[in-house]
């Protein structure tokens, strides 16, 4: 070996009392992010070691010795795998990390753990992006940020020093960063793709569409108010009865289960040959992550968006599955005109697999000598007892039977399966169509807001020289689900009154006159405004935005090395202007220092200038014995300068009198 490295450590030293219990203040903050998603045990078992720390920093406990810390990690690595059946992915990782920066804080005895453990927050802090992007999480983690930077800052500083001191340089720390943050934020190349995306574990626990349907398993989306997508329009909104936002077609099923059908991937006779007929209806659409491929469109969309890619049923299926926002253009018609079905196809739409009962088929006898046998079914349903209920009874055996003549009490999906199985008893083709119906208008951001519970089911029947027709046999039960929403639905069932019992007028005078309601509503719609403006300025920055925003400032088509160039280049000068302020500022606002530095400056000139490392008193020593004749003059002038910097005075007389000293003190060389 030529040479060691060495590398260099400052001497340690035990932060005082405060700078500690703000480390466990910026932990206690840190953890305070994951509180909701952590098992219970964990969380008390997090809380319990900061508790421990601060009563060892505070009270004069003990370390725990060896054993018990060992014990504890190993006891908590348990745990955690006994919980999630791993050590890896979002929950269980997320829960190890917590509990091992617990343990890691309880056996800190160093300035170096003292940082450790800060740092390790950090990553901790960043762990709340795993499982939500929000404008809310962003604003808690920045706040959980300058809390832990505080803390490193305070680590940092001598003990003397008041922790005021700490927060003000704090602040300043994070207000300088701010330019750079954007640029680097701006300008660092960007690849294809997000790097905002969640990871695949991400949507184990997703709530949403299923490409099978249950009677009762669009009903458990009900209470689920997540946003599913949002909606800009280009022109004039659709009315309520158009919109219908069809995402799966499902041909295939037993009587009670419906699926998509592998005939379906063969039976491409539509192949999208229709002709759109009146206005198109032009959006764009915000997609939030699901975790799977398809996508919604209005009835009926002729336009493909890229990265996507064309279903037979009139659906859109994304090319890969959707791991994070996805937004997209669309076009549709609200009326077309197709061709005629294919063979395959309407046998593949009138499959029945189970024979019918007796009581069912005399009413399919008796509808079937109906001129319009549809519009017959739908009669039954509005002229019965027929209800609609967000909490449906259980069918077991024959479902259609049970739901006609014992129950007829239903969601949704049950009217919409039930019609699709009497039309195909009637001998007209039928199918299942998964979507979502309506949304709510948002008038802080002009979009329509689609959620997880205004899932829908509703049923397709070809009608002859008009192709797929749409029938919603729920709006012949409950007028209100497709005319009002399901916000408003839900808010008549919770007063007791039965859809169908009220007009819509008086149902929307009875919605309106709830004042707190009504206010709570429009603070949650500005709360959305700002959550997409975040998505899709922030969140949604990706390549082809950064391009765009090149573009403008007069790159044609910049390349990697000029964008990384141009990141470079712009830092630079951050970093200049930065430096350039903190001088002019420094020395404008701190006349004692800028003083001092005269005074340096004229002994500099005569050989005695000021070394990097030496105090005031040590110069002054060296002045004594290089320079004696200097000594009578330049001892004032030392003493006032300790005075002033070090000794916590700003009285103007005394720096009036030290800036004095200094313009009339003159150094002669020898």
Request: net charge positive; aromatic share 12%; charged share 20%.
């Amino acid at each position: 070996m030529f040479f060691k490295l060495r590398t260099y450590r400052p001497p340690d030293r035990a932060p005082d009392r405060h700078a500690a219990n703000g480390l466990l203040l910026s932990a206690s903050a840190a953890f305070a992010l994951h509180i909701q998603r952590l098992p219970w045990w964990l969380s008390l078992g997090v809380c319990g070691l900061v508790a421990w720390r601060y009563l060892m920093e505070n009270f004069g406990w003990r370390h725990p010795p060896r054993l018990i810390r060992w014990s504890l990690l190993l006891a908590a690595v348990v745990a955690v795998f006994n919980a999630y059946g791993t050590l890896l992915g979002r929950e269980a990782g997320i829960s190890l990390l917590a509990i091992l920066v617990g343990l890691k804080i309880l056996e800190i005895r160093s300035l170096r753990d003292y940082f450790v453990s800060v740092f390790l927050l950090y990553f901790l802090t960043l762990g709340a992006f795993l499982f939500s992007q929000s404008l809310l999480t962003a604003g808690l983690a920045f706040a959980v940020a300058v809390i832990t930077t505080a803390a490193v800052v305070r680590l940092s500083l001598p003990n003397a020093l008041p922790a005021s001191e700490g927060l003000r340089l704090t602040v300043a720390i994070l207000w300088r960063a701010v330019p750079i943050m954007l640029v680097m934020y701006l300008l660092f190349p960007r690849i294809q793709g997000s790097l905002w995306g969640l990871p695949a574990d991400a949507f184990d626990a997703h709530t949403g569409l299923s490409d099978t349907v249950t009677p009762g398993s669009i009903n458990e989306l009900s209470s689920n108010d997540a946003v599913a997508f949002r909606v800009d329009f280009a022109g004039q909104v659709p009315a309520a009865h158009q919109l219908y936002w069809r995402s799966l077609v499902l041909s295939g099923t037993d009587g009670a289960t419906w699926t998509r059908a592998r005939e379906a991937s063969a039976v491409n006779a539509e192949s999208w040959l229709y002709s759109g007929v009146g206005e198109p209806i032009d959006y764009t659409i915000d997609f939030e992550a699901t975790g799977r491929r398809w996508l919604v469109a209005l009835d009926v969309p002729v336009s493909v968006p890229a990265e996507a890619t064309a279903r037979p049923g009139f659906i859109l299926e994304a090319q890969r599955p959707v791991q994070n926002r996805f937004q997209y253009g669309v076009r549709s018609y609200p009326a077309h005109r197709a061709e005629p079905i294919a063979p395959g196809e309407r046998a593949l739409n009138l499959r029945a697999p189970r024979p019918l009962s007796r009581r069912v088929r005399a009413l399919v006898d008796g509808w079937r000598r109906e001129a319009d046998p549809v519009r017959a079914v739908l009669r039954y349903f509005n002229e019965q007892d027929f209800g609609y209920t967000l909490t449906p009874p259980l069918l077991r055996e024959n479902f259609l039977d049970e739901f006609l003549f014992v129950s007829r009490r239903g969601y949704c999906e049950h009217y919409a399966a039930a019609f699709a199985l009497l039309m195909r008893h009637l001998g007209i083709p039928s199918r299942l169509v998964v979507g979502y119906q309506g949304g709510v208008w948002n008038n802080a951001g002009d979009y329509l807001v689609v959620r997880q519970a205004d899932a829908h089911a509703w049923t397709e029947v070809w009608r002859e020289n008009r192709g797929w027709t749409r029938v919603d046999p729920t709006a012949a039960v409950a007028p209100e689900r497709i005319e009002l929403g399901m916000n408003a639905l839900q808010a008549l069932l919770a007063q007791g009154a039965l859809p169908g019992e009220l007009e819509t007028a008086t149902i929307r005078a009875l919605l309106e006159g709830r004042w707190l309601a009504r206010q709570w509503h429009h603070l949650g719609m500005y709360w959305d405004a700002a959550n997409t403006a975040w998505n899709r300025w922030v969140m949604a920055y990706g390549p082809e935005r950064q391009q765009r925003l090149l573009q403008s400032l007069g790159f044609d088509t910049p390349s990697w090395a000029q964008v990384g160039a141009t990141l470079i280049i712009g830092v630079a000068a951050l970093l200049l202007v930065i430096a350039a302020t903190l001088l002019w500022t420094r020395n404008k606002s701190d006349p004692v220092t800028a003083a001092y530095r005269r005074f340096c400056a004229k002994l500099g000139k005569t050989g005695l200038a000021r070394r990097a490392h030496e105090g005031p008193l040590d110069f002054y020593h060296r002045i004594v014995t290089a320079r004696p004749d200097l000594a009578a003059d330049s001892k004032p002038i030392i003493a006032l300068y300790v005075t002033l910097r070090y000794g916590n005075v700003a009285r103007e007389d005394l720096i009036d009198q030290f800036r004095g000293r200094v313009r009339r003190f003159k150094a002669v060389g020898h």
